[in-house]
C-alpha cells in the first residue's frame, strides 16, 4: 500500500523561511515525480513546485520561482521544499504528491494523476 506523508509546515512572519518535508513509500519501482500543490478554500488546487525524480527536472509556479526550491534527499522518494522570502499571499494548505505516470512534468502538474497527502497549512503573517 502506498503512502505519501507530509511533515513541516507553520506559522511565520512575512520574509521568514519554512521547510516542507514528504516522504513516500509503497511504490514498487519508485516513484517517477513527487512535488507539492497548494489550496486555498474555494480556489483549484494549483502546482507550486515539482521534480521528475529520474533526471532531477524542476518546474516552479512564477509565483514561487526564486523563492521556493525543491530537492530530492539522496536516493529516497523523500522530497522537501524550502519557502524562503514568504509572503501573505503564500498562505494556503500544502499537499505532497507521488506519481509513477510515465507522462510528462507538464501532465504531473496538472494534478490528474498522483497519490496525495493529508495537506499540511502554511501561513505567512504580514
Known amino acids: 500500500q502506498v503512502h505519501v506523508v507530509e511533515s513541516g509546515g507553520g506559522s511565520v512572519q512575512a520574509g521568514g523561511s519554512l521547510r516542507l518535508s514528504c516522504a513516500a513509500s509503497?511504490?514498487?519501482?519508485?516513484?517517477?515525480?513527487m512535488g507539492w500543490f497548494r489550496q486555498a478554500p474555494g480556489k483549484e488546487r494549483e502546482a507550486v513546485a515539482a521534480?521528475?525524480?529520474?533526471?532531477?527536472?524542476?518546474y516552479y509556479a512564477d509565483s514561487v520561482k526564486g523563492r521556493f526550491t525543491i530537492s530530492r534527499e539522496d536516493e529516497k522518494d523523500t522530497v522537501h521544499l524550502q519557502m524562503d522570502s514568504l509572503k501573505p499571499e503564500d498562505t494556503d494548505t500544502y499537499y505532497c504528491?507521488?506519481?509513477?505516470?510515465?507522462?510528462?512534468?507538464?501532465?504531473?502538474?496538472?494534478?490528474?494523476?498522483?497519490?496525495w497527502g493529508q495537506g499540511t497549512q502554511v501561513t505567512v503573517s504580514s
Open positions: 521534480l521528475y525524480m529520474r533526471l532531477g527536472t524542476t
Open positions: 504528491a507521488a506519481s509513477t505516470t510515465i507522462g510528462t512534468l507538464t501532465y504531473f502538474i496538472t494534478g490528474r494523476d498522483g497519490t
Open positions: 509503497g511504490f514498487t519501482y519508485g516513484t517517477n515525480y
